[in-house]
């Protein structure tokens, strides 16, 4: 469908027009008119599907028609990154719909506490919030949620994986119950349909590419012993020149530490990024690797999921996530809205595993590529070993080869930021834009 089509009003078609955003993607297609229609959502999407304005675009229209003044709605996420993310998003939008909103999450100064508390005592239409730092202002009575009409929560598998349940259903405790609540999830997990038995009423649900890779990645999978991964790190990135954003997730704060400190001795630009960096210096992190100033970004988890990083090349995953469905998150940052990128894994003894895990969930066995000969020689093919040592190739089709060949997705996937048109003409005179919110 065309935006045009959902009935919004003049306002955020104004907005969507000079954004050059005109076709929704799945999610908006099917999540809008039932939030217009103040129904509960449950949803389940990945990343790069456009679901943050699938949840934004019917709230921001319920705004721009209400009288009522004071926090109209609350957002909760699991990090102060998707918080910050979703602020964005959204100021772009409620600019023209005259709303206002507020990201409330941890870190800041004196300064940013007080802005905080006038937000959430009604000086913002729509608050966006962590939990925990959203709690932390609860206990200081600065919130007045009097007004509050919907409730969304964003990542809500993370937050629980997180531990932020007990956290969620005290604040929820304090919305009115007459309120529309919606809840986006990559996976749905049994805890997540529980959850969604607590806090929603009579919700439609919709589904949209469960756990399934983004589509456009090429997927390429590489047996390494731990010692070979900063070698074959270095030599996969001698043929990447090309590349010019690239993202690899380390399962471990030191990993992220000595992998960055390699990679600057061979003079590459990178940053590494994890809990252990002070707020402000994430920040400066994510925005030097967006603006294209940092090549190289090697992070933990905290990067997995909900930043929307335009242009992402190439992911590497140096270590297998423990999760199959973080797999799909991961790679997620790459082949967004409507582009391809290739995603690396490296996969050692510990982790066959969970590769198996990987290939059941996404239903395809990839090929086991090996390191470089000077590298040494790769750890067999032994999933069911989970501590298998160095010895002989395994036979068969999963046997490591040298090969670059791999598998893509068929097709190419929508994001909330689209592609543009070079033929822009007035909105009402019929001549269209061709990108996708």
């Given at each position: ?7 919004l009003n003049d306002?955020?078609l104004d907005?969507?027009?000079y954004?050059?955003f005109e076709?929704?993607?799945?999610i908006?297609d099917k999540?809008?008119p039932l939030?217009?229609?103040?129904r509960d ?13 699938a949840f934004?675009?019917?709230i ?8 009522v003044g ?8 699991p990090?102060?990154e998707?918080a910050?993310?979703i ?8 600019y ?17 506490w007080?802005q ?5 005592k ?12 959203l709690?932390?202002?609860?206990e200081?009575?600065?919130v ?5 009409k919907?409730l ?18 005290r ?9 529309q ?5 990559a996976?749905m997990?049994?805890?997540i349909?529980n ?10 649900e919709?589904?949209v ?10 997927q390429?999978?590489?047996?390494a012993?731990?010692e070979?991964?900063?070698?074959l790190?270095q030599h996969?990135?001698?043929d ?14 030191r990993k ?7 990679l600057?001795?061979r003079?590459y630009?990178?940053?590494?990024m994890?809990s ?6 994430r ?21 997995s999921?909900g930043?929307?990083i335009?242009g ?10 423990n999760?199959?469905e973080?797999?799909?998150?991961r790679?997620g940052?790459?082949?967004r ?5 290739m995603?690396i894994t490296?996969?050692c ?21 090996s390191?470089?000969e ?21 036979g068969g089709?999963?046997r ?9 997705s068929g097709?190419k996937s929508?994001g909330?930021?689209?592609g543009k048109?070079h033929n822009?003409g ?5 001549a269209t834009?061709?990108?996708?919110a």
């Amino acid at each position: 469908m065309k935006f045009t089509d959902f009935g919004l009003n003049d306002a955020l078609l104004d907005a969507l027009y000079y954004m050059n955003f005109e076709d929704a993607t799945e999610i908006q297609d099917k999540a809008i008119p039932l939030i217009l229609e103040g129904r509960d959502v449950i949803g389940c999407a990945q990343t790069g599907t456009g679901k943050t304005a699938a949840f934004v675009l019917p709230i921001l229209n319920h705004i721009s028609e209400s009288a009522v003044g004071g926090v109209q709605t609350l957002i909760l996420c699991p990090t102060r990154e998707l918080a910050i993310q979703i602020d964005h998003q959204i100021q772009g939008l409620a600019y023209f719909a005259q709303a206002t909103c507020h990201a409330v999450y941890g870190g800041g100064d004196g300064v940013a506490w007080d802005q905080e508390a006038v937000a959430l005592k009604g000086g913002a239409d729509i608050i966006i919030a962590t939990p925990g730092r959203l709690l932390s202002h609860m206990e200081q009575g600065n919130v007045d949620f009097s007004e509050v009409k919907h409730l969304i929560l964003d990542e809500a598998d993370r937050m629980l994986d997180i531990g932020f349940y007990d956290d969620i259903i005290r604040i929820i405790k304090t919305l009115p119950a007459q309120r529309q609540s919606l809840m986006f999830s990559a996976t749905m997990a049994p805890k997540i349909r529980n959850l969604a038995k607590e806090i929603l009423s009579d919700p439609a649900e919709i589904s949209v590419a469960i756990s399934k890779p983004a589509e456009g990645v090429t997927q390429q999978i590489y047996l390494a012993h731990e010692e070979q991964k900063i070698g074959l790190t270095q030599h996969l990135l001698k043929d990447k020149d090309g590349f010019t954003s690239i993202i690899i997730f380390c399962s471990t704060k030191r990993k992220v530490e000595q992998l960055t400190r390699k990679l600057a001795q061979r003079n590459y630009s990178v940053q590494g990024m994890s809990s252990d960096y002070e707020q402000d210096a994430r920040e400066k992190a994510l925005s030097a690797f967006k603006a294209g100033r940092t090549r190289i970004m090697v992070a933990t988890d905290v990067m997995s999921r909900g930043i929307d990083i335009k242009g992402i090349d190439l992911v590497i995953n140096y270590d297998v996530p423990n999760d199959a469905e973080d797999y799909v998150h991961r790679i997620g940052r790459t082949a967004r809205a409507k582009t391809e990128g290739m995603a690396i894994t490296f996969v050692c003894p510990e982790d066959m595993y969970k590769l198996t895990k990987i290939e059941r969930l996404i239903e395809r066995d990839f090929e086991k590529l090996s390191p470089p000969e000077h590298l040494g020689e790769a750890p067999e093919w032994n999933p069911n070993g989970r501590g298998a040592g160095r010895g002989g190739r395994s036979g068969g089709p999963n046997r490591p080869g040298g090969g670059a060949s791999s598998g893509r997705s068929g097709g190419k996937s929508g994001g909330f930021r689209g592609g543009k048109s070079h033929n822009k003409g007035p909105r009402s005179g019929g001549a269209t834009s061709g990108g996708q919110a």
